[in-house]
């Protein structure tokens, strides 16, 4: 017995989602058309990537090199998406600089990725000559593979910066702590919440969650770019008017409210 | 041509966010298909990604860089594991299945086994009472080792009780907060990559 092909066009049980979603770009394009209009973008400092600037203006004060992890993630995951717009941005800036950038890969996919959008940021800079063949370079899919390789890397070259971005499991630690022992200054975002605590502990900056998203943004200060972090913002609002509303419900005996929230 | 990256981009995430909401046999059907596009993808990559690993290690090994032994161990490893593996395949009782259980197992637990001493230096540095914050971090983990060891209830009964508190209060109303943020910035991040208006991937402004 064949089993019964599903014909339906439309899942009902992610209605909510699809809202959400409809309601997401509603609020893009309005702060989208806001900003071609002119209107002012406040996004509030923040530390972590004010310290990028200092710290690739201090690895080419010592000649030494800027290390960028991209995070062992693979293209499916946002926060490789993420430290691939961030790496754009340092590598345009190092190679105004004329300061060396390594970055080693660990998902193939990902590392392709990342070396045409550092070589593409250098020809952008008008420096597309001095970026250096092997810039960006696969080195392991295995994590302790990776971990040893890298580690390695710091120790023996002692780079004056270390950039983490990107999504970071079991190896963030080894890696900030070991570049905490080079004495190198270190910058780091990851949007896996289990690994914050250990950047918070080891690094000098750490961006929290969302701040790794709204990087790109805030290093290009485009005011198009910082359009979608109003968006976003406008987004956690409705976000946390829904909890409270459900909250609210919930407490007065009508639970099926907060359950709209609930997906297949 | 130059706008070419992004209508695939385009298109592959608009058609992905599709299928998501669909479950029409042929929608899915579809979504499979593309996603094994996606592992061929990944296995020339892989190819691609082990002809620079050899590349950049050949260039230290014969311009003598330093730490240039290390490369020719790699070389070596990359290439007797290949061969290894075109010859034999990787089932169990070949060189690459009894290399990678003799040597790559135990180097891997070894490398786990070093956290302990990271995390133990990391939390010194941590745990030193500076400001409010770091003494007030200082007592939560003081409270949080002694409430999850056993010796812990003898001390005070109400330490687990107390433990279980930090844990579902205080700490899953940070996380859950950051996660919300994480969620929607991982919306907002996909659908400026979707729609182009983010185009940093590629290297441009």
Redesign the interface.
Known sequence: MTPELDTRLFEPGRLNLLIGLVLFLIFLFVNIARAKRGASMFIRPIAGLAAIEEALGRATEMGRPVLYLPGLGDMSEVGTLAAITILSRVARRTAELGCDLEVPGYDPVATTMLESAAREAYVQAGRGDSFRPGTVHYVSAQQFAYVAAVTGYMLRERPAANIFMGSFYAESLFLAETGNVTGAIQIAGTDQVTQLPFFVCACDYALLGEELYAASAYLGQEPIQLATIAAQDWAKAAAAIIVVVGVIATALGHPEVGRLRQTQ | MRNGPLLVTFFTGALL?AF??????SA?KMQSVMLDW?NV??AF??I???I??W??HQ?KVTSRA??WA?SVVTLSALAFMTGAGVLQGVEEGTLVNRFYNIA?YH??ST??A??AF??A???F??FRARNVEATLLLVTAIVMMIGRVSIGEYIWQGFPALTEWLLDVPNLAA?RA?????G??????????I?G??R??????
């Open positions: 966010v998501f909401f669909i479950p029409h046999h899915q996606a993808v990944y990559a892989l691609l990604g082990s620079t690993l590349t950049v260039r330093p730490g290390f790559n180097l891997v490398m786990f070093l956290l990271f995390i230096s990391a939390a540095r941590a996380k950051i996660a919300i943020g994480i929607l910035g991982a919306v907002s991040t996909a659908l400026k990559i729609l208006i983010d940093s991937y590629l290297g441009r402004s």
